[in-house]
Nanobody, 125 residues
Framework: QVQLVESGGGLVQAGGSLRLSCAAS????????MGWFRQAPGKERDFVAA????????YYADSVKGRFTISRDNAKNTVYLQMNSLTPEDTAVYYC??????????????????WGQGTQVTVSS
C-alpha cells in the first residue's frame, strides 16, 4: 500500500504562485509514475501533469503548459507541482496520484493506483 498526502494548497490572487507537495509512503516510490489531477466544483477530475519514475520525462495538460512544473525528489519520496501565473480557472481540488503498474508518465486516471485526499487551491480575481 502507498499513502499519499498533499499539502501546499490555499488562497492566492490571480497571477500568483503556489507549490503543492505530495509526500508518499512506501519503499518503492522511485519506481512509481506520479501525476497530479484536479477537480473543480461540478466538473470531472482532469489530468494536470505527470512525471516518470526518474523525473526526466514530464507531460502536461495544454491548459497548464508553460505555467506549471511537476518535479520529484525520490530521496524524499515527494512529488511537487509548482504553479505560476495562476488564474481563477485553476481553482479546484488538486489530487496527487501514484501508479505502481507504470514507471512512465501516464495521462489517464485509471492508470493510477493510489490517490491522495486532495488539497484545495482557490485563485481569486
Amino acid at each position: 500500500q502507498v499513502q499519499l498526502v498533499e499539502s501546499g494548497g490555499g488562497l492566492v490572487q490571480a497571477g500568483g504562485s503556489l507549490r503543492l507537495s505530495c509526500a508518499a509512503s512506501g519503499r518503492t516510490f522511485s519506481g512509481y509514475a506520479m501525476g497530479w489531477f484536479r477537480q473543480a466544483p461540478g466538473k470531472e477530475r482532469d489530468f494536470v501533469a505527470a512525471i516518470n519514475w526518474s523525473g526526466h520525462s514530464t507531460y502536461y495538460a495544454d491548459s497548464v503548459k508553460g505555467r506549471f512544473t511537476i518535479s520529484r525528489d525520490n530521496a524524499k519520496n515527494t512529488v511537487y507541482l509548482q504553479m505560476n501565473s495562476l488564474t481563477p480557472e485553476d481553482t479546484a481540488v488538486y489530487y496527487c496520484a501514484a501508479s505502481d503498474r507504470y514507471n512512465s508518465a501516464r495521462y489517464y486516471s485509471h492508470e493510477y493506483d493510489y490517490w491522495g485526499q486532495g488539497t484545495q487551491v482557490t485563485v481569486s480575481s
